[in-house]
Nanobody, 123 residues
């Protein structure tokens, strides 16, 4: 069982930055690839970014490339999402997810989920 708890969401103006954190309660954090997804009201849960077990590989949605950075600290059992140059269309609930396999952008490929953290970008 992997428990995930996100934090760091909030209200920010267009062009601003936020850093999301996701703390994992699991002994073998380094055995899990991690992902970030987001879901706006009335829309599907969309892939944002993923990172491999040691952080050597990352994948991003086209909509966030060059603005968002995913990273992890296995010593702290934490994955991060640094979000810069935020836009109103980035407004959503952001979820972190974990799975043994790396690389999928499909939400159903991930076995464990956090409760989400709200990010609101004002125009």
């Amino acid at each position: 069982q992997v428990l995930l708890v996100e934090s760091g969401g909030g209200l920010v103006q267009t062009g601003g930055s936020l850093r999301l954190s996701c703390a994992a309660s699991v002994r073998t954090f380094g055995s899990y690839a991690m992902g970030w997804f987001r879901q706006a009201p009335g829309k599907d849960r969309d892939f944002v970014a993923a990172i491999s077990w040691t952080g050597g590989r990352t994948t991003y949605a086209d909509s966030v490339k060059g603005r968002f950075t995913i990273s992890r600290d296995n010593a702290k059992n934490t994955v991060y999402l640094q979000m810069n140059s935020l836009k109103p269309e980035d407004t959503a609930v952001y979820y972190c997810a974990a799975d043994r396999e790396y690389g999928s952008s499909m939400y159903y490929a991930y076995s464990y989920w956090g409760q989400g953290t709200q990010v609101t970008v004002s125009s």
